[in-house]
């Protein structure tokens, strides 16, 4: 039990679906991420929500689509991928004040995503 | 930007040998430093983590880590691997701002032969 939970753990689609990834933290955490971890890269920030506000998207193509409701649930939303998305998309949050934060990153087990 | 670079992407040890994972970042401000462990079919999990004071910082499992900010290093030690050490490291860096966005390394693929 990591107090990051993500559903579905694994996803097939087609590239003309839409699809979405779930992740809920039990946490108390104000801070949100997605990462993208494909193999023989470093995993990628895609983005990130304080306090339910995005803070960052780091050039993510906008066939990838986030939101952020509360700060317990981020959601990613998925239109008209390529092949080359097929990866583990993990979501993580952290301890956020309005002062700053450590960087400390909890993470759930991640989506296990195919773009056939 | 920052960046960080493990130099071993690959490491093969037997049971009770040391370890040593190289970890180096670039980043002129202060940051927080993490090492994380990815056991196999397991999520990505916090080792152990750097913020301020003692250089040298203890993590679960026999794990230790050495800041050397002259070097701008964060190695990464073990006296004695087990088998059950085998796993994904990856070192993390956060600048010390209210940013909190951490950068990975490539992560060092960790088999210990039993």
């Known amino acids: 039990e990591t107090g990051v939970t993500q559903t579905p753990r694994h996803l097939v689609m087609g590239m003309t679906n839409k699809k979405s990834l779930k992740c809920e933290q039990h946490l108390g955490h104000n801070a949100m991420y997605w990462y993208k971890q494909s193999a023989k890269k470093p995993l990628e920030l895609m983005f990130v929500?304080?306090?339910?506000?995005?803070?960052e998207n780091n050039s993510v193509p906008s066939r990838f689509s986030p939101e952020c409701p509360n700060s317990s649930h981020l959601f990613l939303h998925l239109h008209t991928l390529q092949p080359e998305d097929s990866a583990l998309y993990l979501c993580a949050s952290s301890p956020q004040s309005r002062q700053g934060t450590t960087g400390e990153l909890f993470f759930g087990e991640g989506s296990r995503l195919t773009v056939l | 930007a920052q960046s960080v670079s493990q130099h071993n992407h690959h490491v093969i040890l037997s049971e009770a040998a040391s370890l040593e994972l190289g970890c180096n970042y670039s980043y002129g401000g202060t940051v927080n430093l993490f090492w994380y462990v990815q056991y196999p079919g397991q999520h990505l999990q916090l080792l152990l983590k750097?913020?301020?004071?003692?250089?040298l910082v203890k993590g679960i499992k026999g794990f230790e880590a050495e800041f050397i900010k002259s070097k701008f290093s964060f190695n990464l030690r073990k006296p004695s691997v087990q088998w059950s050490d085998t796993a994904e490291y990856f070192c993390a860096v956060n600048p010390n701002t209210n940013a909190g966005k951490s950068t990975f390394g490539d992560g060092t693929t960790l088999t210990v032969k039993p």
């Open positions: 750097y913020f301020s004071g003692d250089p």
């Open positions: 929500y304080n306090f339910k506000e995005q803070t």
